[in-house]
């Protein structure tokens, strides 16, 4: 097993930028794929994007095109998501989430076992 803690979150005004960190332990980080999903109240999880074990191969939903980078770090054990140009309907609780490799890119939640317990980011008009 994975577990995973994301950090980074916060207030930013629209237009700027943060970088958020998933920290992972107990199992071999390498071995996963990881994901960053998103979450507002009374909405359901939504896949953010994706990326390999060795971090070449990434997947993004459309609307995050451009403006978010997904990465990762083996050596350090963690992952990131860079947003930039964020917008007032970026507010959002983000997870990190990890599974198995498949043969395709998976971005349903339930395709993945390791969650983590979520950052708040709040993006001000």
């Known amino acids: 097993q994975v577990q995973l803690v994301e950090s980074g979150g916060g207030l930013v005004q629209a237009g700027g930028s943060l970088r958020l960190s998933c920290a992972a332990s107990?199992?071999?980080?390498?071995?996963?794929?990881m994901g960053w999903f998103r979450q507002t109240p009374g909405k359901e999880r939504e896949f953010v994007a994706t990326?390999?074990?060795?971090?070449?191969?990434?997947y993004y939903a459309d609307s995050m095109k451009g403006r978010f980078t997904i990465s990762r770090d083996n050596a350090k054990n963690t992952g990131y998501l860079q947003m930039n140009s964020l917008k007032p309907e970026d507010t959002a609780v983000y997870y990190c989430?990890?599974?198995?490799?498949?043969?395709?890119?998976?971005?349903?939640?339930?395709?993945?076992?390791?969650w983590g317990q979520g950052t708040q980011v709040t993006v001000s008009s």
């Open positions: 989430a990890a599974k198995s490799p498949s043969t395709a890119w998976r971005t349903r939640p339930e395709e993945f076992a390791y």
């Open positions: 107990g199992s071999t980080f390498r071995n996963y794929v």
């Open positions: 990326i390999g074990r060795i971090g070449i191969s990434t």
